[in-house]
């Protein structure tokens, strides 16, 4: 079953009704270029609405990755997804905080004090700013105009992130080139975020088989949170396919 994170969500209701609908993760934004930012107290509130966080639940640190895998992308991210599912099975929907090319003593601060599960990197940080995160990481990757599978697979570094985000759109509904993110999907889990929207996912999920997919402006209205097009959007994703066996883990 495909992953669903609903990104970018503002008030208290987004948060609940991307966890009544079933959704795994919440997005939350701290990125200065996004008109989806918010406080540190603000984003307090919106954790405390998905749950505990994972610190306070006894769950200090994240899940080791099998480090035997990480001079091979393909097995470093599955064993990433295998993280995740683990730390899943102990907290649903995982809260992701997004930063976009801020310093990670930044980073980390806030991610202390808002009581996130996890860190999402979407601006120009390299693959070893991840380690220098107090969280696990999804990284954006950026996908080069007319690029090749091979070109997007051959940036992927493993020992670094916990999960790769394949996102040409940076929250603006730009879709992926779905043939380009299906041929890296065939060889490495992935999330994948772009132009999706209620109507659109089932199709694109079938096509791409992403590990995850992440919806942020195709589940609003007039700029705000649609609470009927979140459960609408994890509905459909959910039920897309029976199974992405061989790409996800």
């Known amino acids: 079953m495909t992953r669903v994170k609903i990104c970018g969500c503002m008030r208290i209701e987004d948060v609940l009704a991307a966890k009544d609908a079933g959704a795994d993760f919440v997005g939350l934004m701290f990125a200065p270029s996004s008109g989806r930012r918010i406080s540190i107290e603000e984003a307090q509130a919106l954790v405390e609405a ?29 064993e990433g997804a295998k993280a995740l599912e683990r730390l899943l099975a102990r907290k649903r929907p995982l809260t992701v905080g997004v930063f976009e090319s801020q310093p990670m003593e930044e980073v980390n601060e806030i991610a ?11 601006g120009h940080e390299s693959w070893a700013d991840c380690l220098l995160a107090n969280r696990q990481v999804i990284k954006t990757v950026e996908l080069p105009p007319d690029g090749q599978a091979e070109q997007v697979l051959a940036a992927l570094e493993p020992g670094f992130a916990i999960a790769c985000l394949l996102d040409p759109s940076c929250g603006r509904g730009v879709e992926t080139d779905p043939d ?31 590990w995850a997919v992440d919806v942020s402006s195709g589940v609003e209205t007039n700029g705000a949170k649609d609470l009927e097009k979140i459960r609408a959007f994890v509905e459909a994703a959910k039920g897309a396919i029976s199974s992405t066996a061989g790409r996800s883990a």
Request: aromatic share 4%.
């Open 50 to 78: 998905a749950g505990s966080p994972l610190r306070e639940l006894g769950q200090s640190e994240p899940p080791p990755l099998h480090h035997g895998a990480a001079n091979d992308a393909a097995a470093w991210f599955t």
């Open 112 to 122: 202390d004090e808002a009581g996130l599960d996890l860190i999402q990197l979407s």
């Open 180 to 210: 380009l993110a299906a041929a890296v999907a065939a060889r490495v889990p992935v999330w994948l975020a772009g132009g999706l929207s209620p109507e659109n996912v089932v199709a694109v999920i079938r096509h791409v088989r992403p």
